[in-house]
């Protein structure tokens, strides 16, 4: 069983790359393959409507120079997708939605790649608005993949606090979010392991 996790943030090592670690530390101690990708070193080039992975059903976006082809194989042979992303502008990255664009319209150009894989989506923000809509969004994408969406305690939402309101320090955890994400965790892998075992 295996599970992936992509971070949105152009932070590498930042919040919402801490949340993500901390639903995957918890899955590998359920012994779940993971892996974390974040994307904040490259471009993830936003659909251009064209409509070729329609036409071609060959599992690939025709945009070639980058690596989100490489992200759909993955994808593909993963049975577990957690998304994650800062909120920008009360809704996630502009890079997540690129990425979701072209993997969901490629997935469904091959009769829904992703249809009932198990998803998740992770949102941190600091301390005004946009979470539950940014988590909406990733949520509507995995709904229209046909994917199963797995809940917590609460919304999966973190609070990235310290002094530059963009990292979690030691001193300053948000305890709370990270319970949430722990217990995502354990939702997620109950839910594998009765779908797949
Ligand atoms: C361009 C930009 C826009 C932001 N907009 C919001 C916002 O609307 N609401 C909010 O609570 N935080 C906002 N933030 C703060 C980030 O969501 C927050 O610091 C988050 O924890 C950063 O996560 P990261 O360390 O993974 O980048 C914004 C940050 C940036 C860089």
Known sequence: MKAIAFSG?????GNTAFMLKTVLEELDREKIQTELIEL????????????????NKDKKCVIKDDNLNQYIEK??????????????LVDITPKLIAFMERCGMVSIANKYLLRRKIGAGVVVRYRRAG??????????????EQMIVVGSNYLNIGVGRGSEAVSVSEEEIDEEGVKTMIDLAHNIAWLAKEKYQ
Do not use: M, Q, R, W
């Not at 943030?9 to 090592?13: D, E, N, V, W, Y």
């Not at 471009?43 to 992975?53: D, M, R, S």
């Not at 979470?131 to 229209?144: C, E, K, M, P, Q």
């Open 9 to 13: 943030s152009a932070k590498k090592g």
């Open 40 to 55: 904040a070193d490259e471009e993830i080039k936003p659909c251009t409507a064209c409509y070729k992975c329609f036409k």
């Open 75 to 88: 994808l593909i042979e993963s049975d577990i997708i957690i998304l994650g992303s800062p909120v920008y």
């Open 131 to 144: 979470a539950i809509h940014g988590l909406d969004s990733i949520n509507h994408f995995f709904l229209v």
